[in-house]
């Protein structure tokens, strides 16, 4: 396999032997702007967007990029040009999305832990719909709503016990999982709720997991959802907006699942005539092969047993091959010709975990080579940390043959910044 495919987009392609993000060469940004370092290409990001658009075409929709999978304010203003919403699983992400641009009848906001504050600055904001998790967090929503003289739009998180067959730790439409209210008990919830003088019955949400191949799961919720939409029905309740959630998986290794293409279209075709506005929750797709982090080699070890190159990139930069198992392509970001070897790519931090790649085929690798950790757009600067004393990395966004810088690498002045010395 070559290592142009190995990049999973072809915005992140090589001119002879050089890695390029669109039309700039991933070493001379590395060169600008140091290592660590992100990549985005705006490319990338807005082709799955209009994918996704395109497929949801003549129906009423709503597209609302889950904050989660990267916080970028620059990369959701981009969206939010495009049309995008937001789904929101905190009041810190609503902040985000204010600042990014998004219109509050764009949001919706999900989590099971909504505090006080949160829905006080939710129902000022005037988002479309609260999605609630449980019976106290709507009571909850009541009760603010009523002290502030406003009605709540709320939908219920139905938690339709469909297994999302994908990663344990990523999976949240089953029973035992701590997201929604159980099927069979929504229908009491939605009643109750429409009987509350404060909360507005405005939708129906579900999200039953991530890293999906295709859209059967979310058609299997989408079936439930209307079907308990036809019953409420029948009581007078009406809902206008069916939330089905995010999930859609990109290619890490070889996977191939549906394009957001094929997946919205399968969507419309379930839900068209039903009139209702189809929501969806995209995160992971949108973002996920929009990115690389590259990295520079610091060191080549080699004992009797491993080659190792020890990069300038660590698990506190891409948590996700520590937390989850997950698996990240790497190349080279000068792909010199030569015989691979099988080189493990780690970290520097004081951990066996951190370790981005074991027995990957490199070339010879000296200190001072860059690598690019690839699909590393989404969950990776959002799950970004300081552990070991290591400051966050930068962010550049490239256009065309335009890069500019869209977070500043943080300096050791932001180790101590909200810390108390005596
Ligand atoms: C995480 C999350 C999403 C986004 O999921 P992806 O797999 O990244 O598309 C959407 N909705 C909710 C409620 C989420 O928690």
Same mark, same amino acid.
């Given at each position: 396999?070559?290592?142009?495919?190995?990049?999973?987009? @072809?915005?992140?392609?090589? @001119?002879? *032997?050089?890695?390029? !993000?669109?039309?700039?060469?991933?070493?001379?940004?590395?060169?600008? #702007? *140091?290592?660590?370092?992100?990549? #985005?290409?705006?490319?990338?990001?807005?082709?799955?967007?209009?994918?996704?658009? =395109?497929?949801?075409?003549?129906?009423?929709?709503?597209?609302?990029?889950?904050?989660?999978?990267?916080?970028?304010?620059?990369?959701?203003?981009?969206?939010?040009?495009?049309?995008?919403? &937001?789904?929101?699983?905190?009041?810190?992400?609503?902040?985000?999305?204010?600042?990014?641009?998004?219109?509050?009848? @764009?949001? $919706?906001?999900?989590?099971?832990?909504?505090?006080?504050?949160?829905?006080?600055?939710?129902?000022?904001?005037?988002?479309?719909?609260?999605?609630?998790?449980?019976?106290?967090?709507?009571?909850?929503?009541?009760?603010?709503?009523?002290?502030?003289?406003?009605?709540?739009?709320?939908?219920?998180?139905?938690?339709?016990?469909?297994?999302?067959?994908?990663?344990?730790?990523?999976?949240?439409?089953? @029973?035992?999982?701590?997201?929604?209210?159980?099927?069979?008990?929504?229908?009491?919830? #939605?009643?109750?709720?429409?009987?509350?003088?404060?909360?507005? $019955?405005?939708?129906? !949400?579900?999200?039953?997991?991530?890293?999906? &191949?295709?859209?059967?799961?979310?058609?299997?919720?989408?079936? =439930?959802?209307?079907?308990?939409?036809?019953?409420?029905? /029948?009581?007078?309740?009406?809902?206008?907006?069916?939330?089905?959630?995010?999930?859609?998986?990109?290619?890490?290794?070889?996977?191939?699942?549906?394009?957001?293409?094929?997946?919205?279209?399968?969507?419309?075709?379930?839900?068209?005539?039903?009139?209702?506005?189809?929501?969806?929750?995209?995160?992971?797709?949108?973002?996920?092969?929009?990115?690389?982090?590259?990295?520079?080699?610091?060191?080549?070890?080699?004992?009797?047993?491993?080659?190792?190159?020890?990069?300038?990139?660590?698990?506190?930069?891409?948590?996700?091959?520590?937390?989850?198992?997950?698996?990240?392509?790497?190349?080279?970001?000068?792909?010199?010709?030569?015989?691979?070897?099988?080189?493990?790519?780690?970290?520097?931090?004081?951990?066996?975990?951190?370790?981005?790649?074991?027995?990957?085929?490199?070339?010879?690798?000296?200190?001072?080579?860059?690598?690019?950790?690839? /699909?590393?757009?989404?969950?990776?600067?959002?799950?970004?940390?300081?552990?070991?004393?290591?400051?966050?990395?930068?962010?550049?966004?490239?256009?065309?043959?335009?890069?500019?810088?869209?977070?500043?690498?943080?300096?050791?002045?932001?180790?101590?910044?909200?810390?108390?010395?005596?």
């Amino acid at each position: 396999m070559s290592f142009d495919e190995l990049t999973n987009s @072809r915005f992140f392609a090589y @001119r002879d *032997g050089d890695l390029f !993000a669109e039309s700039i060469s991933v070493r001379s940004l590395a060169e600008q #702007y *140091g290592t660590p370092l992100y990549v #985005y290409s705006r490319e990338a990001m807005l082709e799955v967007f209009d994918g996704y658009r =395109r497929g949801l075409e003549g129906i009423p929709h709503l597209i609302c990029y889950a904050i989660k999978a990267n916080g970028n304010i620059a990369l959701i203003k981009q969206l939010a040009e495009r049309g995008a919403g &937001a789904d929101l699983t905190s009041g810190g992400e609503l902040a985000l999305a204010q600042k990014a641009g998004v219109p509050g009848e @764009r949001i $919706v906001f999900s989590g099971v832990g909504k505090t006080r504050d949160e829905i006080e600055y939710a129902l000022n904001a005037g988002i479309l719909m609260l999605n609630v998790e449980s019976e106290p967090e709507l009571e909850a929503i009541d009760q603010i709503a009523g002290e502030m003289g406003k009605k709540a739009p709320v939908a219920i998180r139905v938690n339709p016990n469909i297994d999302a067959k994908t990663h344990p730790k990523i999976s949240t439409g089953l @029973r035992e999982h701590k997201f929604g209210v159980p099927f069979e008990e929504c229908a009491p919830l #939605y009643e109750r709720a429409a009987a509350m003088p404060n909360i507005e $019955v405005r939708g129906m !949400a579900s999200h039953i997991g991530s890293s999906l &191949a295709d859209a059967s799961p979310l058609l299997q919720a989408l079936n =439930r959802l209307l079907g308990l939409r036809d019953d409420l029905k /029948s009581k007078g309740i009406e809902i206008s907006y069916v939330d089905v959630g995010g999930g859609l998986g990109i290619r890490y290794q070889g996977e191939s699942p549906l394009t957001s293409h094929e997946f919205a279209s399968e969507l419309k075709k379930r839900i068209e005539g039903a009139g209702v506005t189809l929501v969806i929750e995209p995160g992971r797709s949108i973002m996920g092969n929009a990115a690389v982090l590259v990295c520079r080699t610091v060191y080549v070890k080699k004992t009797s047993y491993r080659t190792f190159a020890v990069v300038d990139a660590a698990m506190n930069d891409l948590a996700r091959p520590a937390i989850y198992g997950a698996h990240h392509n790497i190349v080279p970001v000068c792909a010199k010709e030569g015989t691979l070897q099988k080189i493990d790519v780690v970290g520097p931090i004081c951990e066996s975990s951190d370790v981005f790649g074991k027995d990957r085929e490199l070339p010879e690798l000296q200190s001072g080579d860059l690598l690019a950790i690839c /699909s590393a757009g989404a969950y990776g600067y959002a799950m970004a940390s300081y552990y070991n004393g290591r400051v966050r990395p930068a962010e550049v966004l490239v256009e065309g043959s335009e890069a500019r810088l869209i977070r500043l690498r943080e300096t050791y002045d932001d180790l101590w910044r909200n810390q108390v010395l005596d």
